[in-house]
């Protein structure tokens, strides 16, 4: 966005969080509007880019975002928390990596690769993936398993809309994804110490896949995805543990198998396929039962407690009926 001649506002004053908060007043009046409007306007110090880089048909979709009521009404967590500290494992392991490292990554053009028990298999261009879906804003808690959280405003399409146009045959019981794998353009996965394999791969049972809460993410804060965040297509699971929620996302598979999953490989006993946000099950090594609300600092360090299912119990407990939580981690 351009500031008019003579204006003293200039580009870096315009903050994503500043234009998403615009744009917001157009949109009709609702509790959820009006909880994002009182969230506090970034300082320029604070700014990123206010240049969308993605092309324009995936700008105008994610422009046309309508609001959900699945949205939450706690404050958002701001701008520069939800693009500046992130896993990223493919950009490095520092919480400021994805945003340092991933700046060379090339989201554009982009092609999705769906394979297995499905009509719709095939490489498809971006572009034809999403086409005619309807973007969404969700405004979702996100759980890591490392006990921070934060309240991210998603833009995407409902997982189930995408998936049905792809036909899963009936066979098909678990949906399986890949990050891309680029190492030229990604230093974490050619990294010799590398904590994880690549490509990052994640995966859901059908029934979870389809839930209306689960959502192919394709923007953050009104504008495309960062590339830290996942550009330019992930995963949100909001009532798993955020390792669940794949980024930058480059095969989709069908399968009649529980597909493998990068932390479960890495270490089974201390993350599962499930990764329920559960605070009844501690992690080995620390408890689950309270939360580091992001932002958390020394002096303020808003600790919440964790809830069940990250607090959309009502909507996803019955997935698991019967189910033992404590061995299905
Ligand atoms: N490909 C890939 N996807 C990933 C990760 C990763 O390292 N690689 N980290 C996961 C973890 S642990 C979390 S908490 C979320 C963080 O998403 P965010 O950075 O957009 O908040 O992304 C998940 N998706
Ligand atoms: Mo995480």
Excluded at 15 to 31: F, G, V
Excluded at 113 to 118: D, K, P
Aim: glycine share 6%; hydrophobic share 35%.
């Amino acid at each position: 966005m351009k500031a008019p001649v003579g204006s003293k506002l200039t580009e870096r004053d315009v903050t994503p969080e500043a234009i998403y908060l615009n744009r917001r007043q157009y949109l009709k009046a609702s509790a959820v509007g009006a909880a994002a409007l009182m969230a506090p306007a970034l300082k320029a110090s604070e700014a990123a880019p206010s240049v969308d880089p993605a092309p324009l048909w995936l700008q105008s979709q994610n422009k046309q975002a309508s609001s959900s009521p699945f949205s939450t009404t706690e404050k958002l967590t701001p701008y520069e928390y939800v693009t500046g500290y992130n896993n990223f494992y493919e950009f490095g392991t520092g919480k400021d990596d994805p945003e340092k490292k991933g700046q060379d990554f090339k989201p554009h053009p982009w092609q999705v690769t769906v394979s297995g028990l499905a009509e719709g298999t095939g490489t498809f261009d971006l572009e034809d993936l999403l086409k005619g879906l309807a973007v969404e804003e969700r405004i979702y808690r996100l759980r890591c398993v490392e006990a921070w959280s934060m309240v991210i405003p998603w833009l995407g399409v409902p997982m189930a809309a995408l998936l049905k146009r792809l036909k899963p045959l009936s066979s098909a019981r678990y949906v399986a994804f890949e990050t891309v794998y680029r190492p030229e353009e990604m230093p974490g996965q050619g990294s010799f110490f590398a904590a994880i394999d690549y490509p990052y791969v994640e995966g859901l049972r059908m029934d979870e896949a389809m839930h209306p809460l689960t959502l192919m993410a394709t923007g953050v804060y009104g504008r495309s995805l960062p590339n830290q965040n996942g550009a330019p297509l992930r995963l949100v699971v909001p009532w798993k543990y955020g390792f669940k929620s794949i980024k930058s996302i480059r095969k989709i598979t069908f399968t009649d198998r529980q597909p493998q999953t990068t932390w479960e490989k890495a270490n089974a006993r201390e993350y599962g396929f499930y990764a329920n946000v559960n605070p009844a099950v501690d992690h080995p090594r620390w408890s689950q039962a309270e939360e580091r609300r992001l932002p958390s600092t020394l002096f303020a360090s808003n600790r919440v407690p964790t809830l069940p299912f990250n607090g959309y119990a009502d909507a996803v407990a019955g997935l698991y009926q019967g189910m033992d939580l404590t061995k299905y981690y």
